[in-house]
């Protein structure tokens, strides 16, 4: 009787692995282009490296911290408030541990009773340290890690633009 069950048994393993991965080639092919658009964004932050802040500034020749969020996601066709109090609130509510590349930062800062907001773009995440771009006032776009104090400190929310 067992051997009787054993070749429609084999057919039916096959049929349900190949139907595994027909299912998980959609899934698969998603995922790789959700890796090249975070790449892609990401590299854009990058391309700004060392263009010196701006306030209001939305170009090579000088920018601030949500216009560099901006024109990096414009690359992606996602198109964001333009600034970093509005942009706070577009996207999905990330948590430390939740966080990955292409995902927002933002801080809230006080300075002499005034309250600010800044943005950045995490770029890497790692054991022991979490990089992100931003457009620092003082420094212009730089990468800095998100684990120092000064910065850990003040983060407000985490936000997924990318799914």
């Known amino acids: 009787m067992k051997e009787h069950y054993t070749p429609y048994l084999k057919c039916l393993l096959s049929i349900l692995l190949m139907a595994g991965i ?7 092919k998603k995922k790789k282009r959700r ?15 060392g263009t010196p802040y701006k306030w209001g500034g939305m170009s ?11 024109q990096s996601y414009k690359t992606i066709g996602i198109n964001l408030p333009r600034t970093a109090r509005e942009q706070s609130k577009t996207g ?10 292409g995902d927002l930062v933002y801080f809230k800062f006080k300075k002499k009773g005034d309250k600010w907001y800044h943005s950045g773009m995490i ?29 850990k400190n003040s983060v407000r929310n985490f936000r997924r633009v990318i799914n």
């Not at 090249?36 to 490296?49: A, C, K």
């Not at 090579?60 to 901006?70: A, P, V």
Request: with cysteine; glycine share 10%.
């Open 92 to 101: 999905k509510k990330r948590g430390w541990e939740g966080i990955r590349e």
């Open 22 to 28: 027909f299912i998980s080639a959609p899934a698969q």
């Open 123 to 151: 770029t890497h995440v790692g054991e022991d340290k979490i990089l992100f771009v931003h457009a620092s006032s003082s420094k212009g776009v730089v990468e800095s890690n998100l684990l120092a104090d000064y910065y």
């Open 60 to 70: 090579r020749s000088g920018i601030d911290c949500s216009g560099l969020i901006y």
């Open 35 to 49: 890796a090249q658009t975070i790449e892609l964004v990401i590299s854009t932050g990058r391309s700004y490296m």
